[in-house]
């Protein structure tokens, strides 16, 4: 191949080299203009990572295609090339099991669209937005701002999440109450609570749910819908009006409390503080 | 200060400059400060409280609030009134019966929203009164939208004093071998525009032709002013002046409950 380009050079002399400069200089402008018009026109009507698939395709395509065109120019067989290549290809295939695994995952989470660019995701666990669908793996954005790569083999082989497939979402919030109180006053504040919050859906219904006796609460599940967008704000919101709206009716939430008991007398602290009261 | 009210702003509200005016009516609170080349709109959105039958009682705590100042012109500047940004859920709170082959044509009132416009450019869209959201359709599918808890009146019967809403007619036709109970309803009034009459905000009417439970319904959306309002003053266009008839089918649904443990 180098005796190909030596003699070309040798035969031709400058001139054809500033043709064959002109040559890949217009070859590449080409191929960014097939992309562009491929990206304003027909890469809009197909989702994200179709269109930068597709993308890479055309730019990776037209610069084999333009390599081989030089190498045509320096009188490089390509026949022969192709040969070599086959064989390369053998050995490369064999070393690189694990790219080629990832690419062809890769093709199939593409077909298969378990999620798109932007969705939120949970990959074991981690979880964030994902940032890009590629060949080889795909990145997530996490919620502290890191960037996760995740080879296409690990998420075609491991369970998946898409948080934020559908456009609503149902929040689980695990409550506890004591004993004492009445159960029906507790459901009825509960509802109350979901009714005035302006983000809980008022369809599909609140749930509310007395899941079991606890050690020391009567343990409820009170579940909402929203938008899924109105995460963090249906969140703190639900939260601190279950908490105001406990306080003002007097339900009480139960937790765990010790009772220190120190010195060699027995005397527990919660009983000096008494005595001290006293 | 200069109060505006929505008189005013039917009538198509042009501020001028160093005056500052203000809104101030159900849930919204929104002030304006004019100046010869800037605008200063700042709004606060109370959350409201409401009876056993959902009507409001009264206003409480503020929820939201915003400032913002704006390079224009006092003549670049519009509030012009609107439908709800998203279709309305109607739960009527005496639901009307229809017998078979027989048609009603009864109102309804839809709180407003007023847009607020610099440059022809969309800066807010606020409501009068706030709506709980709620869903409308399967939990994989279906449509965001208000719930609307509402009486249905006849003609003789709209509250000319009930200013911050506007009047919707729908007409009711059962077609179906089985009465009619009207008791839920996704009203897309985002497919309608609205006129202004006798200090009324108006849309065009609504047509339902009831065909039965298992054959649903057909919705038409108008786009002119109502029978007894022809010379309403047209006022904006519908938000949403194209829509596939698909969109229109999903106007009944029966399952009320859809949530799973």
């Known amino acids: 191949m180098l005796s190909s380009i030596m003699e070309y050079l040798h035969n031709d002399g400058v001139v054809k080299i500033l043709i064959l400069v002109v040559k890949v200089v217009v070859g590449y402008v080409f191929i960014q203009l097939v992309n562009y018009l491929f990206k304003k026109y027909l890469g809009r009507q197909m ?68 999620f798109v660019i932007g969705d939120m995701i949970k990959v074991g666990d981690k979880s964030g937005i994902v940032y890009s669908i590629d060949l080889l793996s795909i990145k997530i954005k996490t919620m502290d701002n890191q960037l996760i790569r995740v080879p296409n083999q690990t998420i075609i082989s491991t369970e998946v999440t898409n948080i934020t497939r559908f456009p609503i979402r149902r929040m689980d919030i695990n409550i506890g109450v004591s004993y004492h109180d009445n159960l029906d006053k507790v459901e009825e504040v509960l509802r109350e609570v979901a009714r005035l919050n302006i983000l809980v859906l008022d369809e599909p219904e609140p749930l509310v749910l007395f899941t079991g006796f606890g050690e020391s609460s009567v343990d409820i599940l009170f579940a909402v819908w929203f938008e899924k967008a109105n995460y963090v704000a249906v969140k703190n919101s639900v939260i601190k009006s279950i908490k105001a709206a406990f306080d003002r009716e007097g339900i009480e939430i139960p937790f765990p409390y010790r009772t220190l008991v120190t010195g060699k007398d027995g005397i527990s602290v919660a009983g000096m503080a008494n005595s001290k009261n006293n | 200060m200069i109060n505006l009210d929505l008189e005013i702003l039917s009538t198509g509200f042009v501020p001028k400059a160093n005056n500052s005016y203000l809104f101030d009516y159900l849930d919204l609170r929104l002030e304006l400060f004019v100046e010869k080349h800037q605008t200063t709109i700042g709004y606060s959105l109370r959350r409201s409280t409401h009876d056993r039958e959902h009507q409001l009682t009264a206003n409480g705590e503020v929820s939201n609030d915003s400032f913002v100042s704006l390079q224009c012109q006092p003549e670049e500047f519009r509030i012009i009134p609107a439908t709800p940004n998203r279709p309305l859920l109607l739960k009527p709170i005496h639901a009307p019966n229809v017998f078979n082959s027989q048609e009603i044509r009864l109102w309804i009132a839809v709180p407003l929203n007023l847009q607020i416009l610099v440059k022809n450019t969309l800066v807010y869209d606020l409501p009068v009164r706030q709506l709980s959201s709620t869903w409308y359709g399967e939990p994989d599918e279906g449509d965001l ?83 007894e309002f022809v010379e309403a003053t047209f006022l904006a266009q519908a938000r949403q002046t194209e829509w596939d008839d698909n969109l229109l089918r999903r106007s009944f649904h029966f399952i009320k409950s859809i949530s799973n443990v």
């Open chain 1, 47 to 114: 989702n994200r990572q179709s269109s930068t698939v597709i993308s890479r395709f055309i730019v990776y395509g037209g610069v084999i295609l333009l390599v081989m065109m030089v190498l045509d120019n320096f009188n490089v067989k390509l026949t022969t090339l192709l040969g070599t290549a086959g064989v390369m290809g053998l050995v490369l295939g064999f070393a690189s099991q694990t790219s080629i695994g990832n690419i062809v995952s890769g093709l199939f989470l593409i077909s298969e669209k378990p």
């Open chain 2, 145 to 227: 939208a208000y719930t609307l808890h509402c009486r249905m009146v006849q003609h003789k019967n709209i509250d000319e004093k009930n200013r911050g809403v506007i009047w919707c007619p729908i007409v009711l036709k059962n077609e179906s071998p089985q009465i009619m109970t009207f008791s839920r309803f996704l009203f897309r009034a985002n497919l309608l525009p609205l006129f202004c009459a006798d200090n009324l905000f108006i849309s065009a009417e609504t047509d339902v032709i009831y065909k039965g439970q298992d054959h649903g319904a057909d919705v038409s959306y108008g786009k002119t002013s109502p029978l």
